[in-house]
């Protein structure tokens, strides 16, 4: 597993000086990039060869959030790879080596000239290698979509959303749907499924369905087609 070290800053916690679920997303979202680029595979290397990695879902299962001041690890491990399809773990550990946060994705590796999928590389293949997944309760990557959901403000993608794929970021879709959980929720399983991307300008129509403990926001379009389809299990 690729690791490194950190500790919680004043600026990645909540009021309550915990460890927020988006700085979580950040520090696994840097991980892997800091693999990559450790690797020479990183954003240079995709951009010569024409490609780009796309995140389809997450899985992030949290078993504390950490305090202000806290020194962590963070790791990532590639574990399998289909085609154009990259399978890829995360997690969070404290400094007794106990794990605070797991998580699963999928990625697709997609060639920017036509937006279709690729095959993963043969240098990738050398350069990431292949670890043995982690122990966790994996769920499906499908989310379904509760019928009695209500249909909350329009949310307009800003610059601030993008990243350097020029496409809203994967966990500024999280921070929009976590904006229709209640007060003093506590987020402990967070499942996304990303439908399409969304680029500057577009309006994305949240559409929230409340289920007792868990709440699932749908991202659409103006014709009912989700970009993002988000699901927060937790408890107050």
């Known amino acids: 597993m690729y690791t490194f070290e950190s500790r919680i800053r004043y600026s990645e916690t909540d009021s309550e000086g915990k460890l927020t679920m988006a700085s979580l997303i950040n520090y696994f979202q840097d991980c892997s990039t800091f693999h990559s680029e450790d690797l020479n595979l990183g954003v240079e290397y995709l951009k010569k060869e024409h490609l780009v990695w796309v995140l389809s879902s997450w899985q992030i299962v949290v ?33 007794k080596g106990e794990y605070i946060a797991k998580a699963n994705s999928l990625w697709s590796l997609l060639n920017t000239e036509t937006g279709r999928p690729a095959t993963v590389t043969q240098a990738m293949l050398d350069g990431y290698g292949l670890g ?31 990243d350097t794929n020029h496409h809203v970021n994967n966990r500024q879709f999280i921070d929009m749907a976590m904006e229709y959980l209640p007060e003093y929720f506590v987020a402990e399983q967070v499942r996304a499924e990303y439908k399409k991307q969304a680029f500057l300008n577009d309006i994305l129509i949240p559409y929230v369905a409340d289920g007792g403990g868990c709440y699932t926001v749908a991202l659409q379009d103006k014709e009912n087609k989700p970009y993002a389809v988000v699901e927060i299990k937790g408890k107050q």
């Open 63 to 95: 078993e504390r959030y950490p305090w202000l001041g806290e020194k962590v690890v963070i790791g990532t491990l590639p574990y399998d790879v289909k085609g154009f399809l990259g399978y890829r773990n995360f997690a969070m550990l404290d400094e």
């Open 132 to 162: 043995t997944k982690l122990e966790m309760e994996y769920a499906p990557r499908k989310i379904a979509v509760p019928a009695d959901g209500i249909v909350g403000e329009p949310v307009v993608v800003r610059k601030h959303h993008l």
